[in-house]
């Protein structure tokens, strides 16, 4: 006998019927239509940049419509086979296999449709860099990069290093890598703030413990058409070398390029693509993302200055804290999702973190 009801299979009906409303199926089955014509235009490649945005977008949208199909062609197989198993019990399994890949599937939909922001569904350039500490918070910069690149990994995403620089002796003085898929802005929003590391330092000879910060900063890779304003002669271009770690693949050209956009002071630096002007594309697309972020954080404090309220700084902001000494734990201080299994969220195992507090933002 199968452990799904007839009562568990009309709730189910009934999120499939809200996924419908919440995903918007039938306006997006419009667009990709549009989309795809557009695709199919004559001269649509001959503007490459503009063409892999559109591919993209149809891309994403079709990919949103497919899931909705095979939940909701799931369904009736998990309908059918209820009321076959009334009759044949060979069926039972076959009724909750499909009935709890119906669920998790939903639950995935669910999640997406959290991420409705203009650049939620694109990607990201996630930077850390290392807080109060010293040489324990550039050891700490690098535990939280590689913690990030494993997460974007294990989902599939492409992971892409714009920039690492060395500290002395130990870890990184910062870190900045570009995430390449789905949702991949509107998932990694979760981790911009100060994230806090307690534990016995390696580098303590009398193995005291020790408390260090590192600050991790979220941008959306924004798309050709939205305009920022970024004038050339506003910007100063040095190159120089890498400075890598050295190896078979270190740069021994002046390859790297540091951007200093002279208006803001802002300074954004690229040297882990092959070539100066791949760096020099990075940096810019960087910059682009920081001024834009910039003028979104005045026009929001301007809103808050109107309305009385008093800004708060997420990046000043204390959002979770690593504790391995003298307990394991890691705790998000906004969700207040936690887990004693610290070993395997520093091996990437975020998406409790990820997903939790976007519920808590979302509620």
């Not at 076959?94 to 669920?103: I, V």
């Not at 939620?120 to 010293?134: E, F, Q, R, W, Y």
Request: net charge negative; charged share 30%; proline share 2%.
């Amino acid at each position: 006998m199968a452990d799904i009801s007839e009562k568990d299979i009309e709730q189910m009906a009934r999120r499939i019927e809200d996924a419908h409303g919440f995903l918007h199926i039938d306006s997006l089955a419009t667009e990709l239509a549009k989309l795809d014509d557009e695709i199919a235009s004559p001269g649509f490649w001959d503007d490459a940049s503009h063409a892999q945005s559109v591919s993209k977008q149809a891309s994403n949208v079709r990919e949103t419509i497919r899931e909705y199909d095979e939940a909701a062609a799931l369904l009736e197989d998990a309908r059918a086979a209820l009321e076959l198993a009334g009759e044949d019990e060979a069926f039972a399994a076959e009724a909750d296999d499909a009935f709890d890949r119906l669920a998790g599937m939903l639950d995935g939909l669910e999640i997406a449709s959290w991420f409705s922001g203009r650049f939620d569904g694109g990607d990201a350039i996630l930077t850390v860099n290392p807080g109060s500490g010293g040489l324990e918070a550039r050891d700490w910069t690098e535990m939280l990069y590689r913690m990030y690149a494993r997460y974007a990994e294990n989902k599939g995403w492409k992971v892409t290093v714009l920039d690492l620089v060395p500290g002395e002796g130990i870890g990184l003085d910062k870190a900045t890598i570009q995430v390449e898929g789905r949702n991949a802005f509107g998932m990694l929003k979760s981790e911009s703030g100060v994230h806090r590391l307690v534990r016995i330092s390696p580098t303590d000879d009398k193995k005291r413990r020790h408390t260090t910060f590192a600050g991790v900063e979220v941008l959306p890779v924004l798309p050709d058409d939205i305009e920022v304003d970024l004038s050339l002669s506003d910007v100063r271009v040095d190159v120089y070398r890498s400075s890598g770690p050295g190896g078979q693949c270190v740069n021994t050209t002046d390859s790297a390029v540091r951007l200093t956009h002279l208006p803001t002071g802002l300074v954004v630096t690229c040297q882990n693509e092959k070539s100066q002007l791949q760096n020099k594309e990075a940096a810019f697309r960087v910059l682009r993302a920081k001024l834009y972020e910039l003028e979104e954080q005045k026009r929001l404090a301007e809103l808050d200055e109107l309305r009385g309220d008093r800004m708060d700084n997420s990046f000043g902001s204390q959002i979770r804290n690593y504790v391995l000494y003298p307990y394991q734990m890691v705790k998000d201080v906004r969700s207040g999702i936690e887990t004693g299994n610290v070993d395997a969220v520093l091996d990437g195992e975020l998406e409790q973190f990820v997903i939790g507090y976007h519920k808590w933002r979302v509620s």
